[in-house]
């Protein structure tokens, strides 16, 4: 088990950019698939990346188009989201997740933060 701390969220105009990032604790954490998932107000939790155990591998939402990048330091117990482009329909609570395994479904993930809110004005 791995606890989670996500910071980095905020209020940001159309087009900024913002970085996540989510503190893991413990000394396990290169074990762990870690994954960003976003809840939008009256959306279902919505997959947005992963990222493999020693970063070589990651796989992100088909609607990003390559406006985020995920990123992780196991040496820090930290995973990334650097969000760029950003669009008023990204606002959403953005929560970490970590996982045993490469999948895209919140149920696959066993260990959660509280989430950071992302709120991008027009």
């Known amino acids: 088990q791995v606890q989670l701390l996500e910071s980095g969220g905020g209020l940001v105009q159309a087009g900024g950019s913002l970085r996540l990032s989510c503190a893991a604790s413990g000394r396990t954490f290169s074990r762990y698939v870690m994954c960003w998932f976003c809840h939008a107000p009256g959306q279902a939790r919505a997959f947005v990346a992963y990222?493999?155990?020693?970063?070589?591998?990651?796989q992100y939402a088909d609607s990003l188009q390559g406006r985020f990048t995920i990123s992780r330091d196991n040496a820090k117990n930290t995973v990334y989201l650097e969000m760029n482009s950003l669009k008023p329909e990204d606002t959403a609570v953005y929560y970490c997740a970590a996982g045993p395994r490469l999948l895209v479904l919140s149920a696959e993930y066993h260990d959660w933060g509280q989430g950071t809110r992302v709120t991008v004005s027009s």
């Open positions: 990222i493999s155990w020693s970063g070589g591998m990651a």
